[in-house]
């Protein structure tokens, strides 16, 4: 499952966003004690981080599994900034299901 975890990454041609462009699919194939999925909003004027986090949250933990599956990371965070009360509380109550 991780060699088709780490290529399903590679075809989709993800890339990190924080302007260096470093492939994921690369970080997928390192080995890591912890995985962290930065949900948290850089720019005052955007929204993507917890509008997704809103609506798609089932999805970003899995993800996240998916990463700490691919790394061997024992353990994930969801980095959320701590006044987005209702974006935590969405992501809590699907950790809770």
């Keep these: 499952m991780l060699e088709n975890i780490v290529n ?5 041609g993800v890339i990190g966003a924080g302007g260096g462009g470093f492939p994921t699919h690369i970080k997928l194939q390192a ?3 912890t995985v962290i999925a ?3 909003e ?3 004027l955007l929204a993507t981080d917890k509008t997704f ?3 798609k949250a089932r999805l970003v933990v ?3 599994h998916l990463a700490m599956e ?3 990371a024992k353990q994930g965070f969801i980095a959320i900034k701590g006044h987005n009360k209702d974006v935590v509380d969405g992501v809590e ?5």
């Design 8 to 12: 399903a990454v590679r075809q989709a």
């Design 31 to 33: 080995k890591a004690d």
């Design 38 to 40: 930065n949900g948290s």
């Design 42 to 44: 850089c720019e005052p």
């Design 53 to 55: 986090l809103k609506q």
């Design 62 to 64: 899995e993800g996240l």
């Design 70 to 72: 691919a790394t061997g």
């Design 93 to 97: 109550s699907c950790l809770e299901q």
